[in-house]
């Protein structure tokens, strides 16, 4: 009785975006090659521009963020003092408000919990 044909089974390389057979010389000789190699370079590049894109973004939201708390707080003690708000029993509430916004790393670590 003969067997039947099946076919040799294939690998698919997410870097190189193409198969290759699944036994170990050429998985090997694939890993090993120059064109895996480049393109595993290009790709760990790729992974650090991404993330310090992110962190560039991030120190801008910061900036935008710290900014928009002064600018607000600079309105509210107008307003207090023209009478149109009444004054909150303790200051430090108001104050408060932008200690954590000074700690960049209170963001990046919100940031990059939300990102991922």
């Known amino acids: 009785m003969t067997e039947y044909w099946k076919s040799v089974p294939k690998k698919y390389c997410e870097i190189c975006k ?3 057979y699944d036994n170990k ?11 895996h190699k480049a393109n595993v370079a290009l790709k760990l590049r790729h992974v650090a521009r991404q993330g310090r894109l992110r962190l560039k973004e991030a120190v801008e939201t910061k900036k935008i963020i710290s900014s928009m708390e002064k600018e607000a707080l600079t309105s509210y003690n107008k307003d207090v003092k023209h009478g149109y708000v009444p004054k909150l029993s303790s200051q430090a509430n108001v104050q408060g408000f932008t200690k954590k916004s000074e700690n960049i790393f209170f963001y990046l670590k919100h940031y990059i919990i939300i990102a991922v």
């Open 25 to 35: 010389p050429s998985i090997q000789k694939h890993e090993q090659g120059a064109r």
């Open 18 to 20: 193409c198969f290759y």
